[in-house]
């Protein structure tokens, strides 16, 4: 079962770069999400979808666009990269967000530098 | 003040040891509540969902306490294997909105 894939698993982009960062899921989740995870400050919400053409912003939004064209698929842009987004990005979705006992499956994460 | 609090640690405990955690929720709204498991440079796992009545998995033991706000794991008999860091998470039902404490680090010493 492949679930929830990431790539790439490891990026080093210039400041001011452009990239994108693809996520798959392969379990018909509703729900899917990025989150970045830096030193002391947890898991943090960037974006999230609850279905195809449907995206919402989550805690830090700034500097990253997503969209939803498939349930499968749900990629997060990095426009003009800068050396904050330095962190490790997580994919993660679940069935139905809004479900009492619905957990999240996390992606094996990407590690991006930004020099 | 973080919606989701955890004492960051580290704890170290040897071998066989039992060990618990709290976890502190800001937000009355949310609705439930999970432990993940995250080993170094991996990502997190769910280890078990938290139930109101409390719940147990083996050596792992959740509880619940809504009028105080806290939910807690207990583990016992600490093997090696549970060094990671527990991840306390709380979800706002129909919010869309699934928030993460910043983790409490277990070492678990032969």
């Known amino acids: 079962n492949a679930g929830v894939t990431q790539t790439p698993k490891f990026q080093v982009l210039k400041t001011g770069q452009s990239m994108t960062l693809q996520c798959a899921q392969d379990m018909n989740h509703e729900y899917m999400s990025w989150y970045r995870q830096d030193p002391g400050m947890g898991l943090r919400l960037i974006h999230y979808s609850v279905g195809a053409g449907i995206t919402d912003q989550g805690e830090v939004p700034n500097g990253y666009n997503v969209s939803r064209s498939t349930t499968e698929d749900f990629p997060l842009r990095l426009l003009s990269a800068a050396p904050s987004q330095t962190s490790v990005y997580f994919c993660?979705?679940?069935?139905?967000?809004?479900?009492?006992?619905?957990?999240?499956?996390f992606g094996n994460g990407t590690r991006l530098t930004v020099t | 003040r973080k919606e989701v609090e955890q004492d960051p640690g580290p704890f170290n405990v040897p071998e066989g040891a039992t060990v618990a955690f709290n976890c502190t929720y800001s937000?009355?709204?949310?609705?439930?509540f999970f432990w993940y498991r995250q080993d170094c440079r991996k990502e997190p796992k769910l280890l078990m969902s938290v139930y109101s009545s409390g719940n147990e998995d083996g050596r792992f033991t959740a509880q619940l306490n809504r009028a105080s706000q806290y939910i807690s794991l207990l583990i016992r008999d600490s093997k090696l294997s549970d060094s990671a860091t527990y991840l306390c998470?709380?979800?706002?039902?129909?919010?869309?909105?699934?928030?993460f404490g910043a983790g409490t680090r277990l070492f678990v010493k032969a």
């Open positions: 998470v709380g979800k706002n039902t129909g919010g869309f909105k699934t928030i």
């Open positions: 993660a979705s679940s069935f139905r967000e809004s479900s009492y006992n619905s957990p999240l499956h």
């Open positions: 937000n009355s709204a949310s609705q439930s």
